[in-house]
């Protein structure tokens, strides 16, 4: 599974963006999609999943009611709409795909990553 992102940018405080990220290759067994950002000195976290069957969703708090994400599974696309951006949402921010390999005594996860693309709000 390759992974591309886009549409990261510099953005004032209380301005908006949406992230595009594109999945190619072996997509058809992916369970679940999502989000995740790394800031300089911290750790990646994640940031919303959604799932490819129901699309259920969730969010860390820091972004509940600020961000949402979506996915268009016939175009292999998943989307982060991000508004009322603030500059602690400053990251790299990484589309993760998910496939999961099922044995009789457990399952296995494979993540794939995309490149990332750099977020910066400024105040």
């Known amino acids: 599974v390759q992974l591309v992102e886009s549409g990261g940018g510099l953005v004032q405080t209380g301005g908006s963006l949406r992230l595009s990220c594109a999945a190619s290759?072996?997509?058809?067994?992916?369970?679940?999609m999502g989000w995740y950002r790394q800031a300089p000195g911290k750790q990646r976290e994640l940031v919303a999943t959604i799932t490819r069957g129901d699309g259920d969703t969730d969010y860390a708090d820091s972004v509940k009611g600020r961000f949402t994400i979506s996915r268009i599974n016939a175009e292999n696309t998943m989307y982060l709409q991000m508004n009322s951006l603030k500059p602690e949402d400053t990251a790299v921010y990484y589309c993760?795909?998910?496939?999961?390999?099922?044995?009789?005594?457990?399952?296995?996860?494979?993540?794939?990553w995309g490149q990332g693309t750099q977020v910066t709000v400024s105040s």
């Open positions: 290759g072996d997509t058809f067994t992916i369970s679940a």
């Open positions: 993760n795909a998910r496939k999961e390999r099922y044995y009789s005594d457990g399952v296995a996860l494979d993540d794939y």
